[in-house]
Nanobody, 119 residues
Framework: QVQLVESGGGLVQPGGSLRLSCAASGFPFSVYPMSWYRQAPGKERELVAS????????SYIESAKGRFTISRDNAKKKVYLQMTSLKPEDTAVYSCNSGGWGFGPLPSWGQGTQVTVSS
């Protein structure tokens, strides 16, 4: 079955950096565009960044442009999100799933990884 396991979150000061990782299994990873999503307390989940099949095309929400970089390793079935210049408003649970370019998320979600940006 589909499994998505996120890691790499933590507590970081404003301006700091984190690198999130997602290990995927149970589906043909290399043929799905993949995305990172986040959900802050009291808010709906939002798609933050997407990467196409071969990593050549990426897409970001406006607030993430220039600060976040999404990438993937199809051989390892992993997706990464490098986050820099973090702000308190980036605080959320971050999850990976398929998404972008007309693809929606798969029904299964991982546990996510908590990112807290605070001084």
């Amino acid at each position: 079955q589909v499994q998505l396991v996120e890691s790499g979150g933590g507590l970081v000061q404003p301006g700091g950096s984190l690198r999130l990782s997602c290990a995927a299994s149970g589906f043909p990873f290399s043929v799905y565009p993949m995305s990172w999503y986040r959900q802050a307390p009291g808010k709906e989940r939002e798609l933050v960044a997407s990467v196409a099949l071969g990593s050549y095309n990426t897409s970001y929400i406006e607030s993430a442009k220039g600060r976040f970089t999404i990438s993937r390793d199809n051989a390892k079935k992993k997706v990464y999100l490098q986050m820099t210049s973090l702000k308190p408003e980036d605080t959320a649970v971050y999850s990976c799933n398929s998404g972008g370019w007309g693809f929606g998320p798969l029904p299964s979600w991982g546990q996510g990884t908590q990112v807290t940006v605070s001084s």
